[in-house]
Nanobody, 126 residues
Framework: QVQLVESGGGLVQAGGSLRLSCAAS????????MGWFRQGPGEEREFVAG????????YYAGSVKGRFTISRDNAENTVYLQMNSLKPEDTAVYYC???????????????????WGQGTQVTVSS
């Protein structure tokens, strides 16, 4: 049984930082592509960042490139999203997702992922 549990969200002022964590069980993060998505009120879930199963490649949405960093700790079986220089438009529920097969493919569409966490709220005040 696969479980992805996000944590680290909260309220922060614009310009601040947060680090989100995604702890996995029932799945080894080093064997699967992992992604972070976010969904604002009334909006569709959008790709934020991803890391391939090999860890060799990372991808970012244009809106967060240079500010967010995705990383992985294989020993802790956890994926992180370091978010710096936060803006009010980053406010959303952030979700961790896993592709349920070993592939160098890093999907950007939410429907392509097999497993999801419950989400963690990030609110950035101006």
């Amino acid at each position: 049984q696969v479980q992805l549990v996000e944590s680290g969200g909260g309220l922060v002022q614009a310009g601040g930082s947060l680090r989100l964590s995604c702890a996995a069980s029932g799945l080894t993060v080093s064997r699967y592509a992992m992604g972070w998505f976010r969904q604002g009120p009334g909006e569709e879930r959008e790709f934020v960042a991803g890391i391939t199963w090999s860890g060799g490649n990372t991808y970012y949405a244009g809106s967060v490139k240079g500010r967010f960093t995705i990383s992985r700790d294989n020993a802790e079986n956890t994926v992180y999203l370091q978010m710096n220089s936060l803006k009010p438009e980053d406010t959303a529920v952030y979700y961790c997702a896993a592709l349920g097969r070993t592939s160098e493919w890093l999907p950007r569409r939410a429907n392509d992922y097999d497993y999801w966490g419950q989400g963690t709220q990030v609110t950035v005040s101006s």
